[in-house]
């Protein structure tokens, strides 16, 4: 335990350090508040931090004492899996995203979100505009590990899946992007998803086609 706090420790260069901060609830976090998770190690050692997911900058952040720290990439090559809030979170291109589903096919799902600037535009009212510049400068100085948006921002979230099958691993973003991974049971898929009214935004449902469809 010691070893694994010393190195997120000296990783400041690489995470982000803030000063005390107001707890609140907010969007950019995954869960509403920062809670103890067990850290597996590959090396089979199990170290437990206060921890919470950052959807904005897809980094898992844990609290040292009020203060915020991002676990570094260097870090996440010796992690095997995180348990939090009875998820289960593992390393998919070097982001943290929640493993749903493993058995003979695996599902994993990246949660991400973007900030928005809400921007005057005319007779009181606003308009929304993302905006990567201001995304970027909040996060060179820090402020996106904070525990409150700055205002006239907001935040806006989506997620989408992984799928690993027969050792493949793919992208899948919409329905279409599935459906391209079975060619040979087009059809079969069509019927599927028309009877059971499968929903992309629906987990259980995409969970039940997809096993469906590796079992057909």
């Known amino acids: 335990?010691?070893?694994?706090?010393?190195?997120?420790?000296?990783?400041l260069s690489i995470g982000f350090l803030l000063s005390d901060l107001k707890r609140k609830e907010v969007s950019h976090y995954l869960f509403p508040k920062f809670s103890d998770g067990v850290i597996l190690m590959r090396s089979g050692a199990e170290n437990t931090l206060s921890l919470n997911l950052n959807t904005?900058?897809?980094?898992?952040v844990f609290d040292n004492k009020g203060q915020k720290m991002a676990i570094a990439k260097k870090e996440?090559?010796?992690?095997?899996?995180?348990?939090?809030?009875d998820?289960?979170?593992?390393?998919?291109?070097?982001?943290?995203?929640?493993?749903i589903h493993g058995s003979d096919w695996s599902l994993y799902k990246e949660y991400?979100?973007?900030?928005?600037?809400?921007?005057?535009?005319?007779?009181?009212?606003?308009?929304?505009?993302?905006?990567?510049?201001?995304?970027?400068?909040?996060?060179?100085?820090g402020r996106l590990m904070e525990l409150e948006i700055p205002?006239?921002?907001?935040?806006?979230?989506?997620?989408?899946?992984?799928?690993?099958r027969d050792g493949d691993l793919k992208r899948v973003s919409k329905m279409k992007?599935?459906?391209?991974?079975y060619p040979e049971k087009v059809d079969i898929f069509k019927k599927y998803v028309k009877k059971n009214?499968?929903?992309y935004d629906n987990q259980e449902s995409l969970i039940r086609l997809i096993d469906y469809m590796e079992a057909s």
């Open 1 to 11: 335990m010691k070893y694994f706090y010393s190195i997120l420790i000296s990783s």
């Open 56 to 60: 904005l900058t897809e980094q898992m």
């Open 76 to 85: 996440m090559l010796i992690i095997d899996t995180i348990y939090l809030q």
């Open 87 to 99: 998820r289960k979170f593992v390393v998919i291109k070097e982001k943290f995203v929640e493993a």
């Open 112 to 141: 991400q979100s973007i900030l928005v600037e809400n921007k005057p535009s005319g007779y009181g009212s606003s308009s929304e505009t993302s905006s990567s510049v201001s995304l970027t400068h909040l996060e060179s100085n």
């Open 151 to 164: 205002d006239g921002y907001e935040v806006k979230s989506s997620s989408f899946y992984w799928l690993r």
């Open 177 to 181: 992007d599935l459906k391209k991974l």
């Open 197 to 199: 009214k499968v929903k």
